[in-house]
């Protein structure tokens, strides 16, 4: 990954998409799943960030979430909506970096980022704006890789910017309240780019109701 806002992040994944292959696999991402009957009910307004190819997305279309997936890379959002139309679901995708894209306030039943690193200040400013996004009651669900991912290399960016901590999320998504805020090792077996021991932070919090 290189500097958001440019075309080095949408050529870079535009071209690790290329591959015939869904490189994290079709399955959802095991903390999504876990966290899904905890979510606000069917038909959700969900919005997921830094889709790529789809695999997120599609579980909750098939839940009975409208879903909007926002990614850099259309190689990858194309695959996403292969997979949605061989599921037999719909999505509705938006090709924008997240640097450019307008996070409606009081819209979004749940907001998703399954391991959509950005660096600051991008991160700061895109889960600030998540905040006012959700709607009362509404939710966010992320899992990244924390810093001791480095000494791991089972995926994930190779510096230290683009890595999250529990203290900076909690930071991020003030306002909140945290169900779950955890950094822990898990094996992660999520497609051919994330597989073997992985060093993450969960999160899963939810906008008060008043
Ligand atoms: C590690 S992949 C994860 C994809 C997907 N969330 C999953 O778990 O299968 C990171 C994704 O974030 C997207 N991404 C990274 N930086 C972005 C940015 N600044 N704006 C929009 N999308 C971005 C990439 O295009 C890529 O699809």
Not at 27 to 41: G, M, R, T
Not at 101 to 116: A, Y
Request: aromatic share 6%; hydrophobic share 40%; glycine share 10%.
């Amino acid at each position: 990954m290189s500097q958001p806002g440019g075309p080095d992040v949408r050529d870079q994944w535009n071209s690790r998409f290329s591959a015939q292959e869904y490189v994290y696999g079709t399955k959802p991402n095991d903390f999504l799943a876990e966290s899904a009957s905890s979510l606000p009910p069917a038909p959700a307004r969900v919005l997921s960030l830094g889709e790529g190819e789809g695999r997120n997305a599609v579980f909750l279309a098939t839940l009975g979430h409208r879903v909007t997936a926002v990614d850099a890379s259309e190689v990858g959002l194309g695959k996403a909506e292969k997979l949605a139309a061989e599921r037999g679901v719909s999505l509705k995708t938006v090709v924008s970096d997240l640097a450019d894209f307008t996070l409606t306030p009081d819209t979004w039943d749940v907001v998703v980022s399954i391991f959509c690193h950005l660096p600051m200040p991008l991160r700061r400013q895109v889960h600030r704006a998540v905040v006012a996004s959700l709607r009362p009651g509404g939710m966010v669900v992320l899992e990244g890789y924390t810093p001791a991912q480095l000494a791991l290399r089972t995926g994930g960016p190779p510096k230290r910017e683009w890595l999250y901590t529990a203290e900076e999320l909690r930071e991020d998504f003030q306002g909140l309240d945290f169900l779950v805020l955890r950094e822990l090792e898990r094996d992660v077996v999520e497609g051919k780019l994330h597989t073997g021991r992985g060093a993450v932070v969960q999160v899963l919090a939810r906008k008060p109701t008043r």
